[in-house]
């Protein structure tokens, strides 16, 4: 009995620990992303009062900024003298920003090299009525 107590107090301790260090984890993520955006938001705010946008309707202006940034997609090149691919802006394809994201997709993407547009290719494997997704970053990135 004395065992199973001791058990349930370790994995307590350890599940406590786990959750301590998530926390904390997502309280600087949160941190960084808040001066990052607080920043960039000053940014956009300056450039709208400048296009004499009224300060009522800037947070639609930023919100619709945010959501436009988070679905484009990188408009990639291939550098001539490394093959390395490199990406010299971002395009919103309305279409393609409606796939979830997968850590394991079952569709890819591809944009062949000096041309703006971006192919789908689907895997054999998708069953009927299967959601189809896509990795929102490059599936051989390591995990960070």
């Given at each position: 009995f004395?065992?199973?107590i001791i058990s349930l107090?370790?994995?307590?301790?350890i599940i406590i620990n786990f959750l301590f260090y998530l926390f904390e984890f997502v309280a600087k993520l949160t941190s960084v992303m808040n001066r990052y955006t607080k920043e960039?938001?000053?940014s956009i705010s300056a450039i709208l009062l400048r296009l004499n946008?009224?300060?009522d309707s800037i947070p639609e202006y930023i919100d619709a900024y945010h959501r436009c940034l988070c679905n484009a997609f990188s408009v990639r090149k291939i550098c001539d003298y490394s093959m390395k691919r490199i990406s010299y802006g971002r395009a919103m394809y309305i279409i393609a920003s409606m796939f979830n994201h997968s850590c394991r997709p079952n569709v890819h993407f591809m944009q062949q090299p000096g041309r703006k547009t971006i192919f789908f290719r689907p895997d054999?494997?998708?069953?009927a009525g299967e959601e189809l997704s896509i990795a929102y970053t490059e599936t051989f990135s390591p995990y960070q």
């Open positions: 004395n065992s199973i107090l370790l994995v307590t301790i960039e938001d000053a946008i009224t300060t054999a494997r998708i069953q």
